[in-house]
C-alpha cells in the first residue's frame, strides 16, 4: 500500500513571503527572547502582516527551555499550531518541512519561525558550557577534553585531508570567499581584508583549523513567514516558494560519524532535489552552513556539485567568492556574516533576499532557484532545502 | 533490569582493570559506546566481551591550549581491531607525532571511577 499523498505534493505549496534580522553582530542589553521577538516584528512588517495575524508559531533555541512558549506569550501570539524542534544550527531550515505540512493541511493559515541569540554579549559562553557538560553529557568523548565544536569539525578536516590531499590552504580559500562576499554586505559583522595567509597564519584552535577556520561568535535573530501559495502574491515582496526539503541525520557525537568524509547531506540533498525536480546544475545561488571551512567543501561535494574529495580544488581560485562561478554564501556566511550559534535561519533570510533581487552589491543576477543548507551538531544533523522565484513553481 | 544500564556497568568494569566491549547477539557485531539496543540490528541481548585493546588512528587533531593551563593536547578517534570507532588520546609521544594510520595500543588511565582508555603507540 502507498503512501496517500508524497512529498511531491508539497512542492510549490508554500511560500516564505516575510523575513527579517535583528541585532546581528553584538546586541547588549537585550535578552534572546526580546532579540527573537525583534526579528519577527521585522518578518511581519516586511510582509505587511501583525503578530496577532500569526496562528502558527515555530521557534528553536539552545538555551531557552520552552521557547515556543516564551515567545507566544512575549508577542501575544495563541497559535493553532506549534513546533519547537530543536535540531542545533539546522532547526530552522528543518522547521520548513511541518510548517509546510501545517499550512497544507490547513492547520493554521501562517507561520512565523523566530530565532534569537545573545550569545556574544549576554551570559558567559564559557559559563554556559559547564551547564550543558553537566545537563547533556557526553560521558564516551567529554573525558579527553575535545574543545567542541572545533575538534570535531578539525578530525573531519584532518581525515578529509589525510584521504584526498586536501590543504590548509583550500580550507582557507573558503574562509577569504565568504569574506569577499561580506564586504559587499553592509550588514555583515567581518568585513577587513583576508588573504589565504592571513588564514593560515591565525591562531590555531585545533589543528588543523585556525581561528579563522572557525565561524564567528556573534549576538542576532532572524525570522520568516510563511503561507499557502495561492495566496502568496497577495504579499508585498516577492514570494520564494519551497520547492523542495529533506532531512537526515546519523549521529549525534563525531566518533558515531560512520566516515567523517561523507555527510548525511548526501541523503538530505537528494531527497530535496526528489522533491524539487531539480538537480545541481539549477542552482543559482547557495547558502550553505559553513560553521568550519571543511563544511562548505564538504557540503559541495555531497551536494553535487563537484565529486567527492574534489572540494578543496573546487573551491580554489576564488570560484565560490564574488566574481567566481558559483556563488556560495553571499551574505559573507557563518565565518564572516553572522553566528549567533544556530545560523541556519540566516540562510533562509540570505536566499530569499537573493530570490527577490534586493541585495545591492552582492545580487546574484537571475537568482531564480536557491539552495539552502544547514548542519546542526557536529556534522549530524542535515537538511536541505531548494527555494524558488515563481519562475520556478 | 539488569543492575545498572550499559553505561554505568562499562565503567565499573574499567574500574576492575577490564575494558569490555559489547557484542551483539543477533548479528554479532561489536558495540560500542555500550548501550541497550544494537544499533545495527536492534537486537537487545548484547554480551560483554573483552576487548583486544588495539587499534589504529582513524583522525586526530591538536587541541591548543596554553602552556600555563597544561599545554597541548591530543584528541584521537580509533578505529578498535573489532571494529567500532571510539575517542580517545594517544599519549606518550608528542602531539605532533600521532599520524592517521598509526597502530595503537589501549590502556587504562587512572583509576576507580575516573578510568578511562587511553592509547599508546603499538
Ligand atoms: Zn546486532
Request: hydrophobic letters at 40%; one cysteine or more.
Amino acid at each position: 500500500m502507498s503512501a496517500p499523498h508524497s512529498d511531491r505534493d508539497l512542492r510549490g505549496a508554500v511560500a516564505i513571503v516575510g523575513v527579517g534580522l535583528a541585532g546581528c553582530g553584538e546586541a547588549p542589553g537585550w535578552s534572546e527572547t526580546e532579540i527573537m521577538a525583534a526579528a519577527a516584528r521585522h518578518a511581519l512588517a516586511d510582509a505587511g502582516l501583525n503578530a496577532q495575524d500569526v496562528d502558527g508559531l515555530v521557534v528553536a533555541s539552545v538555551n531557552i527551555f520552552l521557547s515556543g512558549l516564551a515567545i507566544g506569550e512575549q508577542l501575544g501570539i495563541h497559535p493553532k499550531f506549534t513546533d519547537s524542534t530543536c535540531v542545533g544550527g539546522s532547526s530552522f531550515v528543518g522547521h520548513l518541512m511541518p510548517a509546510a505540512m501545517a499550512l497544507q493541511y490547513g492547520l493554521c493559515d501562517v507561520v512565523l519561525v523566530t530565532y534569537g541569540s545573545n550569545q556574544r554579549t549576554g551570559v558567559g559562553r564559557a559559563e554556559g558550557a559547564k551547564f550543558k557538560a553537566i545537563l547533556d553529557p557526553q560521558p564516551f568523548e567529554h573525558p579527553y577534553k575535545p574543545f567542541n565544536p572545533p575538534t570535531s569539525y578539525a578530525l573531519a578536516s584532518a581525515r578529509h585531508m589525510h584521504q584526498y590531499g586536501t590543504t590548509r590552504e583550500q580550507l582557507a580559500e573558503v574562509a577569504v570567499a565568504a569574506r569577499g562576499w561580506a564586504q559587499l554586505n553592509p550588514e555583515a559583522f567581518s568585513r577587513d581584508p583576508l588573504s589565504v595567509q592571513d588564514v593560515l597564519k591565525s591562531k590555531m584552535i585545533s589543528d588543523p583549523l585556525t581561528v579563522r577556520d572557525c565561524c564567528l561568535v556573534t549576538d542576532g535573530g532572524g525570522a520568516f513567514v510563511m503561507v499557502r501559495a495561492d495566496r502568496a502574491r497577495n504579499f508585498p515582496k516577492k514570494p520564494a516558494y519551497l520547492l523542495g526539503v529533506g532531512a537526515a541525520h546519523w549521529h549525534r557525537q563525531i566518533s558515531s560519524m560512520p566516515d567523517l568524509t561523507v555527510t548525511a547531506a548526501t541523503e538530505s540533498g537528494a531527497r530535496a532535489y526528489a522533491m524539487a525536480g531539480l538537480s545541481a546544475k539549477d542552482v543559482d545561488v547557495l547558502a550553505l552552513y559553513d560553521a568550519f571551512t571543511i563544511n562548505t567543501i564538504l557540503f559541495l561535494e555531497d551536494l553535487g556539485f563537484c565529486k567527492k574529495g574534489e572540494g578543496g580544488a573546487f573551491v580554489s581560485g576564488g570560484r565560490i567568492a564574488p566574481g567566481g562561478s558559483l556563488p556560495v554564501n553571499t551574505n559573507g556566511g557563518g565565518l564572516s556574516c553572522v553566528h549567533p550559534g544556530m545560523y541556519g535561519m540566516f540562510l533562509i533570510v540570505e536566499a530569499v533576499r537573493q530570490l527577490r533581487g534586493e541585495t545591492g552589491a552582492r545580487q546574484v543576477k537571475n537568482a531564480e532557484v536557491a539552495l539552502v543548507h544547514g548542519n546542526g551538531g557536529v556534522l549530524s544533523s542535515q537538511i536541505t532545502a531548494l527555494l524558488g522565484t515563481e519562475a520556478t513553481r | 533490569m539488569a543492575q545498572s544500564g550499559p553505561e554505568k556497568t562499562y565503567k565499573e568494569k574499567l574500574a576492575t582493570g577490564s575494558f569490555e566491549l559489547q557484542q551483539c547477539t543477533g548479528c554479532k557485531k561489536h558495540v560500542f559506546y555500550p548501550r541497550v539496543v544494537c544499533p545495527h540490528c536492534g537486537c537487545d541481548q548484547l554480551d560483554w566481551v573483552k576487548a583486544k585493546g588495539v587499534g589504529t588512528v582513524y583522525s586526530t587533531t591538536i587541541v591548543r591550549r596554553k602552556p600555563d593551563a597544561g599545554g597541548d593536547y591530543n584528541v584521537a578517534l580509533i578505529d578498535l581491531a573489532e571494529g567500532p570507532r571510539m575517542m580517545s588520546r594517544v599519549v606518550d609521544l608528542s602531539p605532533d607525532d600521532v599520524k592517521i594510520g598509526m597502530a595503537v595500543k589501549s590502556r587504562i588511565a587512572g583509576s576507580g571511577e575516573e578510568s578511562l582508555i587511553e592509547f599508546i603507540p603499538a
